[in-house]
Nanobody, 119 residues
Framework: QVQLVESGGGLVQPGGSLRLSCAVS????????MGWYRQAPGKERELVAS???????NEADSVKGRYTISRDNDKKKVYLQMNSLKPEDTAVYYC?????????????WGQGTQVTVSS
């Protein structure tokens, strides 16, 4: 079975940086998308960034120029480099993997890691 484990969250000051990591265990389809979502208290979960099997990456408008998503297929990991952090970036960040076997979609989620941006 597929499992995702996030790490790297913590408390940082505005303008600071964090790097989140997500380790994927188990077998996933070659055609897949890895991504990061976040959810702040009282808010809906939102997509922050995604990257597909061909290393084509997309970031949400709110984080473009500050966040960079990347993946390492050999290590089966996905990363999120977060720079110039703002208080509104405070949220629980979740790793996500979508695979597409048999013309269907399968979703896997990590348990989340807390990111708090505060002075």
């Amino acid at each position: 079975q597929v499992q995702l484990v996030e790490s790297g969250g913590g408390l940082v000051q505005p303008g600071g940086s964090l790097r989140l990591s997500c380790a994927v265990s188990g077998s996933i389809s070659p055609i897949n998308v890895m991504g990061w979502y976040r959810q702040a208290p009282g808010k809906e979960r939102e997509l922050v960034a995604s990257i597909d099997s061909g290393d084509r990456a997309n970031e949400a408008d709110s984080v473009k120029g500050r966040y960079t998503i990347s993946r390492d297929n050999d290590k089966k990991k996905v990363y999120l480099q977060m720079n110039s952090l703002k208080p509104e970036d405070t949220a629980v960040y979740y790793c996500n993997v979508r695979e597409f076997p048999f013309r269907a979609t399968m979703n896997y989620w990590g348990q989340g890691t807390q990111v708090t941006v505060s002075s």
